[in-house]
């Protein structure tokens, strides 16, 4: 089973506490414009996935804030988040428009990173639409920049990126060179998920070529650096490639073997996906054996969870983000607050001597 890797790098980053509505009033609070864009950016990408229609709140906001402050750099980084919700909900147009505004601010300010990943994103989301004639040269200029920051985790994510790019293509040496490209940095930098993920994607490409002994080796290097990361998902997606390819070379045997470890850990983790693979290679395998009625049974359960999972897919809440409420918040004057605080000091001025004199008395 192929599961291509394809990078999505964003700036981001995690913080949570109070509610999400206080905390937004909170930071619109801020008089400093760098901190209150840098508060709305952290939580935004924070509510990203939990709570999409709020997180667009927050970016907008965050762009309002961003141009108040008539910051590029603001300007530009409220951008990418709103890049990045659109990305992650399917918005790809949407996303594009916002990633090629990212980018220009970066460019502008000469930020490097900033260019670096905003390159990436652009490719991927150019990818999502099937737009490939300009991904190759999104994700050359963005190794390029990370090369030029030494980050070489992250060219070797480029690199695996370009290679999903033409393996999709079914340009398969172009793919497997690539592959090994960034298969070698992870050798380098001893980074057993790169690895382990090149291994995999090598390892269907030779399964594409027809070279299943290579197919077998490679996913099997691919298992065992996923068993020491104890990564029980991508265990089992290992054992179901090596499933895959044991059907091509009619061995039942290791078929077997590698279905039963696959489905023990399908049950112990709740691995639908899983699942709705083990039967459709069971199925295969009972055919293969001349089970006939056995193969039907196991055709009919993968068919039964691969569409209930595609029914789930499709009654998912579908983010427009067009109608957003204004967050309900009265913006602290300075004077105001410089007012309160010299009342509450006046009023301490006036209890403690009273105190100190009965005291006394």
Known sequence: MLRFLIVFLF?????????????????????????????????GFDLVDKNPQLAYTYAQNCERAAKKSKSLKHISKSKNLLGRLFYTHGHYKRAVICFEEYLRGSEAINDTLGMAYGYMNLANAYMQLDYFERVEYFYLKA?????????????????????????????????????????????????????????????????????????????????????????????????????????????PSLAEENLAIALEICNKIGYTQGKINYHKLFSELQEQKNNHQASLENYKLYKQLNDSILLTEGDEIKFDFTEVAEPAYTPVENGTKNMWLLSLLSLILVIIPFVLIRYKR
Do not use: P, W
Request: aromatic content about 8%; charged content about 25%.
């Open 11 to 43: 700036c981001g980053f995690k913080h949570s506490s109070q509610d999400a509505d206080t905390l937004l009033t909170t930071i619109l609070n801020i008089e400093n414009d760098t901190t209150r864009v840098n508060q709305l950016y952290k939580q």
């Open 143 to 251: 190794i390029y920049y990370y090369n030029i920051l030494n980050n070489k985790e992250e060219v070797a994510n480029g690199l695996t990126n370009l290679a999903v790019h033409k393996h999709l293509q079914k340009q398969l040496d172009a793919a497997l060179e690539n592959y090994l490209k960034a298969y070698e940095i992870g050798k380098e930098l001893n980074n057993y998920n790169i690895k382990a993920n090149c291994l995999n994607n090598m390892a269907q490409v030779f399964l594409d070529n027809g070279n299943y002994e290579k197919a077998l080796a490679y996913n099997y290097d691919a298992l065992e650096l996923r068993e020491l990361m104890e990564l029980d998902v991508d265990v089992c997606d290992s054992r179901l490639s090596i499933v895959e390819v044991a059907l091509k070379q009619k061995n």
